[in-house]
């Protein structure tokens, strides 16, 4: 059974650093991973998305990487700003077509 | 390109009472998920359709249930509600699953 964790559950780091989010699972038979963003009270932001035969995706100072055989993803957040506070949530697609969630990471940029 | 549209964003009903809530794919998207997520709590699948079928469930009860029509757009009933059934549900769509999942900004269900 395909499990996805997330370290740290919660991080609170002053604006201006670099900053990297993990995001692992236990079976490497995935279709893709997905990070999302989610603001109290929305919905789900997606931000970037790494398909099975893909190392790593950059989507302006986002860029996350996986390694499948390791079981790994990381979404690196560089020059982090207030505005980038929120829950960080990775998913993977396996044999199932479902999202598979880890539990999340709650993000805090102290001005 | 209309994304993900969930529609009502908000909704109160008392308890016992039936809802539907409902959900537009993005264009190209023939797969649409339901999900709900209770405050502070991860989203939980409640299940997917795919070609007009329920494809996959989780362990939700059969008082859920929905409907996929043939311009791919969906329906989440929900009957005899409960107090624990407030929560925001989400729809997501994607292209058979496995090219990426694009999110509504869900539907907030109070139950009173």
């Known amino acids: 059974k395909q499990e996805v964790t997330q370290i740290p559950a919660a991080l609170s780091v002053p604006e201006g650093e670099n900053l990297v989010l993990n995001c692992s699972f236990t079976d490497s038979a995935i279709y893709n991973l997905q990070w999302f963003r989610q603001d109290p009270g929305k919905g789900l932001t997606s931000l970037l998305l790494i398909q099975s035969s893909q190392r790593e995706q950059t989507s302006g100072r986002l860029n996350a990487s996986l390694d499948k055989s390791s079981g790994r993803s990381t979404l690196y957040i560089a020059a982090s700003q207030p505005g980038d506070s929120a829950t960080y949530l990775c998913a993977v697609v396996g044999s199932n077509y479902q999202l598979i969630w880890g539990a999340g990471t709650k993000l805090i940029i102290k001005p | 390109d209309a994304g993900v549209t969930q529609s009502p964003t908000h909704l109160i009903k008392t308890r016992g009472q039936q809802v539907t809530l409902r959900c537009s794919p993005k264009s190209g998207h023939d797969t649409v998920s339901w999900y709900q997520q209770a405050l502070g709590q991860g989203p939980q699948f409640i299940f997917q359709y795919y070609e007009e079928e329920e494809r996959q469930r989780g362990n939700f009860p059969d008082r859920f249930s929905g409907h996929q029509f043939p311009n791919y757009s969906s329906e989440l009933n929900v009957n005899a509600l409960l107090l624990g059934d407030s929560a925001l549900y989400l729809c997501?769509?994607?292209?058979?699953?496995?090219?990426?999942?694009?999110f509504g900004s869900g539907t907030r269900l109070t139950v009173v």
């Open positions: 997501a769509s994607s292209s058979g699953g496995v090219y990426g999942y694009t």
